[in-house]
């Protein structure tokens, strides 16, 4: 899983980076919908 796909998401919202939203499920689907 490298930063491939998902260049906003994906290894950042798994990993927590953004440290924005704690769950990496809802900050993929919030990214994928909202951004």
């Known amino acids: 899983a490298e930063h491939v796909y998902n260049d906003d998401i994906g290894i950042e919202a798994l990993s927590g980076d953004r440290g924005e939203i704690p769950p990496p499920t809802t900050?993929?689907?919030?990214?994928?919908?909202?951004?």
Do not use: E, L
């Open 27 to 35: 900050t993929a689907n919030t990214a994928s919908n909202g951004s």
